[in-house]
């Protein structure tokens, strides 16, 4: 049984691997812990020294640990082209207390997705959420549009990295 899961969680990282070498990544994926992101998991393993009623031990090769390790730094601070949702861009004089304003609003409504407050000279810019695909802003856009309604999609070319299957 201990063989079969330390195959597995092999086939797993390599397949880790090689999907951050090519550039390509699905739309849609598989449901996320996000308690799991950026966490090493071999180290969350159960052992006696941490007070769990087992040990549990893998026994690989160095480079599966290294390829691992590598993954988490490299992912880290990644940064990734794709969208976000603009739910305010304006340049008259109260533009700076109108977009903290709206900032907080937002943030208050929907504490689970990130918010951005920028200033390009003339405009205040707020831009909420990180997707890899247009149509993952979109279905943001559809909801915010009756607390938000002049709310627009834009394209960044550096977003935060968002986790597979995230849903904002």
């Known amino acids: 049984m201990k063989r079969i899961i330390v195959t597995a969680l092999a086939a797993l990282l390599m397949a880790f691997s090689m999907a951050a070498q090519t550039e390509s990544v699905p739309a849609q994926g598989a449901a996320l812990d996000s308690t799991l992101v950026g966490k090493n998991i071999f180290s969350l393993l159960p052992s006696k020294s941490k007070g769990a009623k087992a040990n549990v031990s893998v026994h690989q090769s160095d480079n599966i640990m290294k390829a691992l390790n590598n993954q988490i730094a490299s992912n880290s601070s990644r940064k990734v082209s794709g969208y976000r949702v603009r739910i305010f861009n304006d340049n008259k004089q109260t533009s700076r207390g109108a977009s903290e304003a709206a900032l907080n609003r937002f943030k208050g409504m929907y504490p689970g997705i990130a918010a951005y407050r920028t200033y390009s000279n003339p405009f205040f810019k707020v831009t909420v959420g990180d997707f890899r695909t247009k149509s ?33």
């Open 136 to 168: 993952e802003a979109m279905q943001l856009l559809q909801q915010i549009k009756g607390s938000f309604p002049s709310a627009f999609i834009v394209k960044e070319s550096a977003i935060n990295y968002p986790p597979v299957g995230s849903i904002y």
